[in-house]
């Protein structure tokens, strides 16, 4: 059975000033059938230090161990939420703001695909280039 995916590109961007980021994880819904999950890319990461040289060692370790730590609490309200509540609370997540994490616009796919090997894909193709 196909399921219908909604997911958003996790970016880190740590100087705002210059608009540049780089792509480091995907948070990925299923409200239909109560799924929301996500994967950040292993600290540290050769990747982005290569992308920001002036970046301070410890920055995106530290802000990557807050946002899982925020992802996790969301995961498990995930399981005591309706469908409406956990589509509404990914909206949230990925509204724009202005901070070091931020997201890509709203994305769907329809996949047979179990969430852990759609996560796997998605870091493949949009994270791990």
Do not use: W
């Not at 219908?4 to 995907?26: C, H, M, S």
């Amino acid at each position: 059975m196909k399921t219908i995916y909604q997911y958003a590109i996790v970016r880190f961007l740590p100087f705002a000033e210059t608009g540049e980021f780089a792509n480091v994880g995907i948070v990925l819904c299923a409200p239909d059938v109560g799924v929301f999950a996500f994967q950040l890319i292993p600290t540290p990461s050769e990747r982005v230090q290569l992308f920001f040289p002036r970046l301070n060692n410890d920055l995106l370790p530290n802000t990557l161990k807050l946002l899982t730590d925020e992802l996790n609490r969301i995961q498990q309200l995930a399981e005591q939420h309706s469908s409406t509540q956990l589509f509404a609370t990914f909206q949230e997540l990925i509204r724009p703001r202005e901070q070091l994490i931020r997201y890509s616009g709203q994305r769907s796919v329809l996949s047979a695909a179990k969430p852990a090997e759609l996560l796997a894909q998605l870091i493949k193709q949009l994270v791990q280039l």
